[in-house]
């Protein structure tokens, strides 16, 4: 199934504003993560703005679509999304990291209204969406749980335990999707921990597998359609290519913008480039 070139169009350019505002929220509040923020913006904006049944209003509904930030740390584009879907005003978002703010560094599902799951220690995302998804499946109802991981997540070995659990339980409407920007917090992944043969990796976990441009609006929702129709017992990953710190020349690609606060001449350079 294709999305139609409008609307890719309009989901293209809510992502290029997504990327200012978080980048101006991370100036103005000199603290959080840009780099991986910026690279799972497509993967996000479509989950929520097209892909899933969630909504302020069905946020306590047994059947409303869940989607799970595994990787913690990417909470401003997270939080971005929320705010565009209503959850809680937009003008919030400049609380980001601050005392008594509900918009912390890693999401909290007791204080944020939209977050599913408390994430930050890398690795517990998958596992509990394990559990989603086999919990809706006895409730009888066919909603799907996204979760979306980092790359240098992946190193974790819990994550591995809960990829063989979902395919023992027939996870068919559980969706993972990587962020595979391929850099992580100390360097490239292929330095720290190299993990070759990604796609033969889950498929002999017991996964269907899909890879695709992460940065492409009509790709990633191809796979997750693709993803949706293929009932066949089996647990979906979709492996999505990203650049960590994509739109940003100076970022892109480095982990020097894991986590690394912006100055105001950077600031200036990056919306700059953003404008284009």
């Known amino acids: 199934m294709r999305l139609r070139e409008e609307r890719v169009k309009e989901l293209e350019e809510l992502c290029r504003q997504f990327r200012k505002d978080v980048l101006t929220v991370l100036h103005e509040v000199q603290t959080g993560h840009a780099g991986g923020s910026l690279s799972e913006c497509e993967i996000l904006t479509l989950l929520y703005m097209e ?41 919030e978002l400049s609380t980001l990291r601050q005392p008594g703010s509900r918009l912390q560094g890693h999401p909290c ?14 690795g517990i ?22 979760t979306v991981l980092g790359d240098g997540e992946l190193n974790e070995g819990t ?20 962020d595979w920007n391929k850099v992580q917090l ?22 269907n597998v899909w890879r695709c441009n992460g940065h492409s609006i009509a ?21 999505a290519d990203t650049v960590k710190g994509k739109g940003v020349s100076f970022m892109e690609g480095t ?21 284009v």
Not at 126 to 146: F, I
């Open 186 to 207: 100390d360097g490239k992944a292929e330095d720290i921990m190299p993990m070759h043969h990604m796609e033969e990796r889950w498929k002999a976990f017991g996964w």
């Open 125 to 146: 995302g998958l596992s509990a969406s394990v559990g989603m998804a086999c919990a809706n499946r006895l409730q009888g109802n066919g909603a799907y749980v996204y």
């Open 159 to 178: 994550v591995w335990e809960a990829a063989m659990s979902a395919a023992k339980f027939h996870c068919d409407h559980l969706i993972a999707i990587v």
């Open 109 to 122: 599902s007791q204080k944020t209204p939209g977050v599913e799951l408390s994430t930050g220690p890398l």
């Open 51 to 91: 892909c899933a049944n969630i909504s302020k209003e069905n946020q306590e509904a047994a059947d409303r679509d869940r989607i799970v930030l595994s990787k913690g740390h990417g909470a401003p584009m997270l939080y971005r999304c929320l705010a565009e879907k209503g959850f809680f005003p937009k003008e």
């Open 255 to 275: 982990n020097a913008y894991h986590g690394k606060a912006i100055s105001d001449e950077e600031y200036a350079k990056a919306m700059k480039e953003l404008e």
């Open 219 to 239: 790709e990633l929702y191809e796979a997750i359609c693709e993803a949706k129709d293929r009932k066949n017992g089996k647990p979906n990953v979709i492996l």
